[in-house]
């Protein structure tokens, strides 16, 4: 099972990083690919946390984002190793708290350029902890039911 979940990280963290990259190199220049009715490819550059809040924050999200990466691998060490929900939720936002991280401390800003309309443009880092988030969610709801 470790051996899976060090493959899932390192493709995650490819998958992200090699995305970033075309779409830094492909959609800067032309800013919005339409693709569907609901769907654009839109290049931004995020200095600002999940759905564009607190632009301009990069030295503070580069700082939280180490003390969650830090804190969940704590916490994932004390959770039972046989419950996937936590244990995949931990390792989904650790990973992308890492891609997103990578981007903040090596260029200034995080690529995104996934565009659902309606809502903000993320990337396939914000996915990864978007999905991780509800992955715990749901596992510490199982824990907190299993406690008398």
């Known amino acids: 099972m470790r051996a899976l979940r060090a493959a899932a990280v390192v493709a995650l963290l490819a998958l992200d990083r090699a995305t970033k990259l075309w779409a830094a190199a ?57 419950d996937p929900w936590l244990q995949w939720g931990a390792l989904l936002v650790t990973t992308g708290a890492v891609g997103n991280l990578y981007d903040r401390l090596m260029v200034g800003y995080v690529v995104d350029f996934l565009h659902l309309h309606h809502w903000p443009v993320f990337n396939v880092a914000d996915s990864c902890i978007s999905i991780g988030a509800g992955m715990l969610a749901w596992g510490m709801k199982d824990e907190a039911a299993a406690k008398p």
């Open 26 to 82: 492909s959609l800067a220049a032309v800013g919005t690919i339409p693709l569907l009715p609901f769907f654009d490819l839109t290049y931004v550059e995020n200095t600002g946390a999940a759905f564009g809040l607190g632009r301009g924050a990069n030295k503070v999200l580069t700082a939280v984002s180490i003390g969650l990466v830090i804190v969940l691998q704590v916490l994932r060490r004390r959770w039972p190793k046989n």
